[in-house]
């Protein structure tokens, strides 16, 4: 029988713990929709007449 070489064991590195990079989530602008309707409302006030 041949004589098993024997293999050079190599040390296993220990893994270290990579932390994960959180990714910036890029807020979305919202486009502002000027209303008509709510300046509108502010001028009808009812003024009651005073006797």
């Known amino acids: 029988m041949r004589k098993k070489k024997k293999k050079n064991k190599k040390k296993k590195k220990k893994k270290k713990n990579k932390k994960?990079?959180?990714k910036k989530k890029k807020k979305r602008r919202r486009r502002k929709r000027r209303t008509r309707t709510r300046r509108k409302r502010r001028r009808r006030?009812?003024?009651?007449t005073v006797n």
Not at 45 to 48: A, D, G, L, V
């Open 45 to 48: 006030r009812i003024t009651y």
């Open 20 to 22: 994960k990079k959180k």
